[in-house]
């Protein structure tokens, strides 16, 4: 399937793909569970991830047919015993496998980190693979139309607990802990499913289920496929990840994502978006958007809602004050409405990352068109994006009620100065990191910006109670931000990179001895301690937590074992 082409660029008229009744059905039973089990410990994405045992129209009636009250709610007896007899359990459907590059310590793990204490954390964390790798049930591949699962063939490593399918962006960070524990046949196997999710749907989707197929995740294929080939040199796992990477381009760039924004030279510049394919309650969150939706009056301010909430989770950052207009009213979400930093700086890399892999692969044309493609899009991102009296890129915002519009006039005024962590995302991207002024300037700007924490990046300055926002610290934004600064050549930028990593790995550390597990997010203010806000309950596991720590370790960031939490005063 290709992507649609919308009539309009507005967010409340553009494609819609169609959901299947599996879905549809789920829903429904997502929305009786609420009813009949009451929002304690509800999380209603348990109710989309089971699967049929048997035909869905069987399991429909056998639905149709349990006794009603006059008031139609369902005992919570004759509930249970519903879902216990037509349905197989979340997850069930995906079986737990031994990666077959595993070995309990590998040779050349982390060669350099000498430290007991911390090695033997390290191994902990990387016999986490095993506990976070699955493959797709043999049941899936038979019947596919009683799963949400999608059949992908190869392994997959999960992010873990509720979030029991692959992801799209967590794969970055769980990639960089595989080549840190040199399982390069797993990390590959990743790749490929990836790319088979664009070779079916056009795009990489936001996690391997039916209900994800409306929309994708922050871009960072061209980033696996570049880390592993550097890595492993295999030529042939390049060229065999190219197309799907030319698609991809595509797919940001197509009449939905892509805008045009008349810069103060009057030239012309090409920006990307977010745009999920969708305007309804997001299936995993039904209960929840529909909740949310039920203060706007009319359909179409909904259905414009469900497609920014939708297009919110496409973002990564679901949800943040950073896409609302009222950041207290998650009905003001505006996200089709903002260029984001972060997005272009992901595909400029992909741009980058194209160039040098069609390059390596012998296509000097298509080499030459990404490098063009990069340079336009490097100024496109200085000219709307970059402040520099803040020294730092901005977000910007199309005008109000012209998000439809194909074209639009930069004012400086449209540039969001509230300060996030994605503001210093570019600094990974080499065309700006290999700048030596300019990393100077961005990192003055990142030690004034409120947002280093006593363990870490701060999301954002404001505590909204969205998960996306202070004082969560996610380990991607660690990563991205600590790399960048490393990899300038600036020993100042080293050293405030080493600093902010240490913080990060202790606080990762101290966290995972009390609590014994690793996860998905940090309270940065207080040091062994996990982040909470947003939807959902806070989750272990955890991929990309995991991978980060694993990257830092070998990018030797290193954790003195006998620094504990009351040292954190001193940084
Ligand atoms: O169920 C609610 C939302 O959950 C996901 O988002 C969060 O977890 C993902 C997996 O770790 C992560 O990629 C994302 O950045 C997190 O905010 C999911 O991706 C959303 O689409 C979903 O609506």
Partial sequence: ?????????????????????????????????????????????????????????????????????????????????????????????????EPVDFVPEPEGFLPDVMNREVRAWALEVHSLWKNLSRKVSDRVLDRPEFHTLLPLTKPVIIPGSRFREVYYWDSYWVIRGLLASKMYETAKGIVTNLISLIDEFGHVLNGARAYYTNRSEPPLLSAMVYDIYTRTGDVDFAIKSLP??????????????????????????????????????????STIDIETASKLMNDSAKQHLYRELASTAESGWDFSTRWMRNGSDLTTLATTSIMPVDLNA??????????FLANATGDCTISVHFHEAAQARKQAMNSVFWNAEMGQWLDYWLSNGTACKQGHTWEASNQNRNIFASNFVPLWIELFNSDRTLVEQVMRSL??????????????????????????????????????????????????????????????YIAYKKSGAMHEKYDVEKCGEFGGGGEYIPQTGFGWSNGVVLAFLEDNFFLCADQTCQEEESF
């Fill in 1 to 97: 399937m290709s992507t649609p082409t919308p009539t309009s660029t507005c967010s409340n008229s553009g494609p819609v793909v169609p959901k299947t009744p599996l879905i549809t059905f789920l829903e429904i039973i997502q929305k009786t569970a609420l009813n009949t089990l009451g929002p304690k410990n509800f999380d209603p994405k348990l109710y989309v991830d089971l699967s049929l045992k048997s035909n869905l129209s069987i399991t429909q009636n056998a639905f149709d047919d349990l006794p009603r009250t006059p008031n139609g709610s369902v005992s919570v007896t004759d509930f249970n015993g519903f879902i216990q007899n037509y349905f197989n359990g979340a997850g069930e459907d995906l079986v737990y496998t």
């Fill in 244 to 285: 799907a990477l030319l698609k991809e381009h595509k797919f940001w760039n197509s009449e939905i994502h892509s805008v045009i924004i008349h810069d103060a030279e009057g030239c012309n510049r090409t920006l990307s978006r977010y745009y999920a394919m969708w305007n309804k309650p997001r299936p995993e969150s």
């Fill in 447 to 508: 030690q004034s910006s409120g947002l280093i924490r006593a363990v870490g990046i701060a999301t954002s300055l404001t505590n909204s109670g969205q998960q996306w926002d202070f004082p969560n610290g996610w380990a991607p934004l660690q990563h991205m931000i600590v790399e960048g600064l490393a990899r300038s050549g600036s020993k100042e930028a080293r050293s405030m990179a080493e600093d902010i990593a240490v913080r990060w790995i202790r606080t990762n």
């Fill in 346 to 355: 992901f595909i400029l890399k992909m741009e980058l990352d194209i160039a």
